[in-house]
């Protein structure tokens, strides 16, 4: 290049090299040799340009850690050159130190500083002072340099460091959602391998207690039965506790009727607080719209914990169950739901702990009662995933009230019309409730004020005998009078009266005078059938005159002319076995397949009314087996009723069993009343066996217990009469 020093070489500025470069500007050979023998011994690149154009053309090819630039050139002068540089991007923080002949001439000095000089060096030149002024800025550039390959070095890492992270975020979620598959696989089979011998101990136990026994037999019996469902409620509890901690539980949105959720939950806990003496009620605010959407299963479960934790810690008096309005718009109700009871109480320090898993307050309370305390802590994960909140107000030795909210939709379905004509004939009536219990009677009253009815209570029969007589003095007498039979029993010829038995008693022989008989805990509907008919039946009614409906009980089921016939697929003999028996209580004709491939085949070998199919079989499992008989029916234009029999009470299973093709839904171990209940559904007494399914009465799968698919064993409704 001309101009450069013999031997030197511009190095380009992506060429890697030890030496930095150095740049003499200067007209003048004689200066730019002289300085170039100077620098020489600094081992660095020296380059050489003869004008400030040139000395511009090689720093945009050349990085350099200082500039020697001459002060007096012709065409453009150093000053010119400085100015250029500090334009430009690659020359903006380059050295530059100028050289000129005035022996540092203040003019030329302070214009030069101007110009973003850094140094000055007069001529004649004094090679010490020159190396020790260079010197000091290719120090500082090479430092300068190995800062920013220690800059470069450290992004790398930080950049290979968030990759790694990145990496190993990736493989954690992977592996967490491979862990969570594996304990999800894990969980279902688990829950199938216990339900099955759980299915055989239950359900052979209540067979047994229907056969003639003594009475130590029956006791031992009855101890079996006991002691496995307590054993499949801890089941049940460890298994929604796992499915809570990994996130697996999910919500089943649906229509449902409050009313039948909460009446139901207390019907379940009412045979155990009538036998410890204590008094169950509930009241739900009928300004609640009939149906509502939400998950019904899971409030009616937080709704058993609640009240079976009251009974197991209330000895005497009472457990009222409300649920009221909190908050109410077009669209939605805030419901609050409400257990109160006389029991034992809760401590300000033991109310602190009491939500947690494993945690009953008390050490001694798991002693004395038993327990594993997740129920408590189940529910208010329940709670906190339907967006609501639960508490508890108690004392030591005061009761407690257990409440939670939750916020629920209007129901998308429609909502069932009321009974107008009756309310009317209600409206304007006069009532007297006789219960010593006061939640009870409050209960009571508050449903016939809402139906428009003047009520009134009264704690005992001489009270209530007061009350009458002054009302009818008064020419204001009562249409009707509900009398709790523990509290006293009236014998008023010509006035309506109802009585109120504790859960359990039937209504065969009712006190003389007495119209109609409803069961404690008393629900809504039966109560206004029951003032309904009080009030229109006749003034006075013979002594031997018994008026009731029966409770419900295990009834044959037959279509018209001939038994039932249904088809059980299961590969289990002990279930095959206790299915077979179940059937013959409720004369039920019954076949066997021992797996999906012999299901497929005898479905269509007879005219079956029914297939119950369990779905994990050898060969073809029940999935399978219902989607080949759903094919084949495609071709018959039939359909028959499937039913799934599984251990597996996962919602995602059963949402397997919607989509092969299932009907229906129960959950081993299962009560021979479940299956009533499910084979009463969809066998609708009707004379034709098999015919198209556009023909099929349509019966809606869905109940108020869980949502789209049929029953779970805990969730089971008792049936109305």
Known sequence: MPGSAAGSKPVARDEPSRRVNILIVDDNDAKRFALSSVLESLGENILMARSGAEALHILLRNECAVVLLDVKMPVMGGFETARMMRMRRQSQFTPIIFVTANNGAELDVMEGYTMGAVDYISTPLV?????????????????????????????????????????????????????????????????????????????????????DLTEEQRDCAGTILASGEALL???????????LEASKMQLELGDFDLLSVVESAADVLAAPAQTKGVSLSTHVDPSIPALVRGDGGRIRQILLNLISNAVKFTDSGDIAVRVTTAEASDTETVARFSVRDTGIGISADEQRRLFLPFSQGDSSIARRFGGTGLGLSISKRLVGLMDGEIGVDSSDGGGSTFWFQVRLARAVSEQPEPAREGRRELRGRRSLVVDRNA??????????????????????????????????????????????????????????????????????????GYIENVQKPIKRNKLFDAVLKAI????????????????????????????????????????????????????????IAADGAEAVEMAFSKAYDLVLMDTRMPRVDGLEATRL??????????????????????????????????????????????????????LPPVTNTSFPASNRPHATVERVTIGPLGIHRSDVYERSD
């Not at 249409?479 to 709790?484: E, G, H, P, T, Y």
């Open 127 to 211: 090679g010490r002072v020159l190396l020790a002024k260079v010197s000091v800025f290719v120090d500082l550039f090479k430092k300068s340099e190995t800062v920013k390959k220690h800059e470069q070095r450290l992004r790398e890492l930080e950049k290979s460091e968030h990759e790694l992270r990145l990496a190993t975020s990736v493989l954690a979620h992977d592996r967490a959602v491979e862990d969570s598959e594996s304990k999800s696989s894990f969980m279902a089979a688990i829950s199938h391998e216990i339900r099955t011998p759980m299915h055989g101990v239950i359900a052979m136990s209540e067979l047994l207690l229907r056969t």
């Open 536 to 591: 229109r039946a006749p003034q006075r009614k013979p002594a031997s005159v018994v008026i009731g409906s029966t409770p419900a009980s295990l009834r044959p089921l037959q279509r018209a002319g001939r038994p039932l016939l249904v088809l059980v697929a299961e590969d289990h003999p002990i279930n095959q076995k206790i299915i077979l028996k179940q059937l013959n209580a409720l004369q039920i004709e019954a076949d």
């Open 629 to 682: 008989i759903r094919e084949r029916e495609r071709r018959t234009g039939t359909r028959i009723p499937i039913v799934a029999l599984t251990a597996d009470a996962q919602a995602d299973h059963r949402d397997k069993c919607i989509a092969a093709g299932m009907d229906d839904f129960l959950t081993k171990p299962m009560r021979i009343e479940d299956l009533q209940l499910v084979v009463s559904h969809w």
């Open 233 to 243: 409620s801890l089941i049940n509890e460890v298994l929604d506790f796992s499915k």
């Open 439 to 512: 939640s009870a009677q409050q209960a009571a009253v508050e449903y016939l004020a809402a139906w428009g009815m003047a009520s009134d209570g009264a704690p005992d029969g001489a009270m209530a005998t007061t009350m009458i007589c002054e009302a009818e003095a008064a020419g204001r007498p009562y249409d009707v009078v509900l009398v709790d039979a523990q509290t006293a029993v009236l014998e008023k010829a010509g006035l309506p009266l109802i009585s109120v038995t504790p859960f359990g008693e039937g209504d065969s022989s009712l006190p003389n």
